[in-house]
């Protein structure tokens, strides 16, 4: 069974950073694209940032040029650097792994999801 453990989120002021990771259960991790979601209040779950097996990355509109993600696949963990955080960043963040095509429109999450962290920033 897939396990995925979110941490790293908490309260940040406006402009501050954070740094979360996603521990991941396989023992093919490498081969497996990892992205980061993100679910605001009021807001539908969105995908903003996808890293594939080779490291290549894409993000969202909405983060892009402010968070970074990259992974460690001999600890089977993926990160998501953060920052100049705003409040529109405040969200429950999970990460998941990813099928279909590599965009941020068009990939697909895994049927299984993690608890998420909370990333709260205040103004």
């Known amino acids: 069974q897939v396990q995925l453990v979110e941490s790293g989120g908490g309260l940040v002021q406006a402009g501050g950073s954070l740094r979360l990771s996603c521990a991941a259960s396989?023992?093919?991790?490498?081969?497996?694209?990892m992205g980061w979601y993100r679910q605001p209040p009021g807001k539908q779950r969105e995908l903003v940032a996808l890293?594939?097996?080779?490291?290549?990355?894409n993000y969202a509109d909405s983060v892009k040029g402010r968070f970074t993600i990259s992974r460690d696949n001999a600890k089977n963990t993926v990160y998501l650097q953060m920052n100049s955080l705003k409040p529109e960043d405040t969200a429950v963040y999970y990460c998941?792994?990813?099928?279909?095509?590599?965009?941020?429109?068009?990939?697909?999450?895994?049927?299984?999801w993690g608890q998420g962290t909370q990333v709260t920033v205040s103004s």
């Open positions: 998941n792994r990813l099928s279909g095509p590599l965009t941020t429109a068009w990939a697909r999450p895994a049927g299984y």
């Open positions: 396989g023992s093919i991790f490498s081969i497996n694209a």
């Open positions: 890293i594939s097996g080779g490291g290549t990355t």
